[in-house]
């Protein structure tokens, strides 16, 4: 499997270092166990993660490597694959982009060691998909700090975060709304911060949450990157067919490097992870059950259904992994970031439906995993972004008039 002249045999010895990594700490009755269980991976599994060096890998190691990694954590776990980007991945992001060197000094060793966690904070009740025109929590200045007040919901991992980066108004007077947001880095601790568990259907190993702020003192140096900028950083659409002055192969660079952008990568690569995993056990039961004397797998319409499983993982890989190449390479690939995220949950659709299908009345039984797989997959259609929103962008991206 090639992907654009990488080294191939050092990505083999990566891919079978993390498969047997997820044999050993990945199990499928471990994984049931948890979705049962646990509302974050527990301490144990955490450190083992850690000592693996999964958490330093995003940063320090080729990209290459780290898509590998998430990929085979995601079969295994989607849970766990989103649990370490939301509550490492998100901070390390804003900590490497925007923190202070001190910040940086402090929190990213941290962070690499699973020492910390920390969660994104951005989704308000009033509506997610247009968060520019409902985002109402603010950030008064006030001598040193700032007071924040407002709610946050949907919020994955919070309830473990040591720290929340919360996304608030600092001037509500600008006409310009991209030109009004900044970010904080909050102790959750702090007093007036309220964090409740939100129950939901799928990846139960990984909770959402919502916040409440209520006059939540935050030291002014807690506040990361400049102050009213917070939105270019964070949505910066900067593919667009305009010259950038720093020339392109920059410009590709930065716009993958717009901190949802990645996230658009990561999530499309949790829908890779549950659709690989769907797609083998639809696979595997089909080589097993018996229906008129044969394998199920004999059937063509059965055949039909695993072939175009594969066609369709095969296919969100190549985008998933062609998108981060592009980005190296420093072509523009803020669309393809986007149609990898549409592209990777339709396929996880695919598989998890097609799959409770080739199981029959097994698959929707407690008792095997594709319950979970389509419970799972739902999330990854409309979070972090929806994929009606993500069209919006790539149809704006290719010129047609904004719809909304
Ligand atoms: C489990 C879970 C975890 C999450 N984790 C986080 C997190 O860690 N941090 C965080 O900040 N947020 C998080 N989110 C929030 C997530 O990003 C939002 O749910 C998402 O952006 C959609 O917002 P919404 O749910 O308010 O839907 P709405 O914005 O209310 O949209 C409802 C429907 O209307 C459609 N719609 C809206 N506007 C348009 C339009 N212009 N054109 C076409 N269709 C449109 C949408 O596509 C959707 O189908 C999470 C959400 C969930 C459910």
């Not at 989704?123 to 998909?129: D, K, N």
């Not at 949505?235 to 067919?241: F, T």
């Given at each position: 499997m090639p992907y654009y002249g990488w080294d191939e045999d050092h990505l083999s010895v990566v891919r079978g270092s993390i498969q047997r990594f997820c044999k050993e700490n990945l199990s499928p009755e471990y994984v049931r166990w948890m979705d049962e269980n646990c509302d974050f991976p527990p301490d144990d599994l955490w450190k083992k993660l850690a000592d693996y060096g999964l958490f330093d890998r995003s940063l320090s190691s080729s990209p290459y490597e780290y898509l590998i990694v998430q990929e085979e954590i995601a079969t295994a776990s989607v849970a766990v694959m989103l649990a370490v980007g939301a509550s490492i991945g998100f901070g390390q992001g804003f900590i490497a982009f925007l923190g202070s060197p001190e910040q940086q000094k402090e929190f990213l060793p941290k962070l690499a060691q699973g020492e910390v966690k920390m969660c994104m904070a951005l989704?308000?009740?009033?509506?997610?998909?247009d968060i520019l025109g409902s985002l109402r929590t603010t950030a008064v200045a006030d001598g040193d700090d700032y007071i924040l007040n407002g709610q946050k919901i949907f919020i994955t991992a919070a309830h473990v975060a040591d720290y929340l980066v919360v996304i608030a108004i600092t001037?509500?007077?600008?006409?310009?709304?991209?030109?009004s947001w900044s970010v904080f880095l909050v102790d959750a601790k702090t007093e007036g911060v309220t964090i409740n568990k939100i129950s939901k259907?799928?990846?139960?190993a990984c909770a959402c949450t919502e916040i409440f702020l209520d006059e939540v003192r935050v030291p002014?140096?807690?506040?990361?990157?400049?102050?009213?900028?917070a939105y270019g950083f964070l949505?910066?659409?900067?593919?667009?067919?305009k010259k950038s002055k720093s020339g392109s192969a920059s410009k590709g660079k930065s716009a993958l490097n717009a901190l949802l952008n990645v996230e658009r990568v990561g999530t499309a690569m949790l829908s890779l992870g549950i659709a690989k995993a769907a797609y083998k056990e639809a696979l595997q039961y089909a080589q097993e059950r018996e229906a008129f004397g044969k394998q199920i797998g004999q059937f063509q319409i059965i055949q039909n259904y695993l072939v175009e499983m594969a066609i369709q993982i095969e296919n969100a890989r190549n985008m998933i992994y062609g998108t981060v190449s592009r980005a190296l390479a420093g072509q523009p690939s803020v669309m393809q970031a986007q149609m990898s995220k549409i592209v990777a949950a339709r396929a996880s659709e695919y598989c998890a439906i097609q799959g409770m299908e080739i199981l029959g009345g097994y698959g929707y039984t407690?008792?095997?995993?594709m319950q979970r797989h389509f419970r799972d997959y739902k999330q990854m259609v409309f979070a972090p972004i929806t994929d009606e929103m993500a069209i919006n962008v790539i149809a704006r991206m290719m010129g047609l008039p904004k719809s909304y």
């Open positions: 989704t308000e009740p009033g509506g997610g998909t001037d509500p007077k600008a006409e310009d709304k991209t030109k259907l799928g990846i139960h002014k140096e807690n506040m990361l990157g400049p102050e009213n900028r949505l910066g659409r900067s593919d667009s067919p407690m008792e095997y995993d």
